[in-house]
């Protein structure tokens, strides 16, 4: 059908307004939409769907061109130029993704290499599992343990209660068994494993255990876009107390970090495709270029003299982000450890 076939209505396609006798009627008052319904021809669909593209991209490559100017493209925005970059937000959401799925395979790759040399010592157990020794033992440990000695009827391993935790023992069961089995052998084994916690805990272990630890590994790794993010309040928190004579409104401290971070993942990614092989002889100079491009932000975007703005940086980069990089990393660890 062609593009030009277009029917007017009283009420609006979108919102059900109904415009009144003599009312314009081209545009909807309350929504906004054009009123009428257009079947557009496949060459105009595909015209738009280009249009839409070129929009995203052009907007995209105008956004990265300005993260590479440090805290450039935070003051454009902060005076107001929204609409020719993409929102800090997206563009962050977008470099993390591609980011850390290349991290993820690289960790995966490592780990698997890992693998190819990895030499575990076999562990004798120290549990007796022939049922014909255990009964045949069984006087001799009661004289030996006394009270302490249980024998479960519905196994034929010997437990003694309370005493410290044997790894050995402990490892035999989650080899032996599967999750529930095993935990159970571990609580009459050990009265520390019958607390809630503790059995919880040890659940999780298991699981994750006879499971895939690199599983889990890789499931941490997924939550860490979301898990920085999370700390952008808490680090544009600290900015606003350090620039906090400076008047500036707590968006424009989170847009600064999420356009530092958005760079810092760009240059991460194309160290991890490029030469992260060589890590010992490029990370360091990986790490001087953030705090480079961090010192250099500062002074662009708060605008206060060297002596400041580097003791303020220092101040940050030693003290304030490692204690908030920590403490979210081992938040990701330990809720990553409880839903996986």
Sequence with gaps: MA?????????????????A???????????????????????????????NYVAIDSKLFRTLKGLFWPGWLTNEYSRGKIASYMLPVRIYFLISIIYFAIFSAKLNTAVNLEKGHLNIPAMDSLVVDETGQVINLQDSLKKAAGNNFVLPTDTAIVFIKNQ?????????FVDKYDTEQALDSLKADNSIFQNPIVARIARQSIKIIKGNAD???QYCVGSLPITMLLMMPLLALVFKLLYIRRKRYFIEHLTFFLHYHTFAYIILAVYMLTWGHNISGLAPFVVITLLIYLILAMKRVYGQNWFKTLFKSFL??????????????????AVSFFMF
């Design 215 to 217: 599983d889990y590994l």
């Design 3 to 19: 593009a030009n076939n277009t029917r007017k209505s009283k009420t609006c396609f979108n919102c059900n307004y109904e415009f």
């Design 164 to 172: 410290p935790v044997s790894w050995k023992r402990v490892k035999y």
């Design 21 to 51: 006798e003599g009312q314009p009627d081209e545009y909807c008052p309350r929504c906004g939409q054009e009123n009428s319904q257009q079947i557009v021809s496949v060459g105009r669909f595909l015209s738009d769907l280009a249009n």
């Design 316 to 333: 940050f980069v030693i003290f304030c982000y490692p204690i908030f990089l920590v403490m979210f990393a081992l938040g990701t660890l």
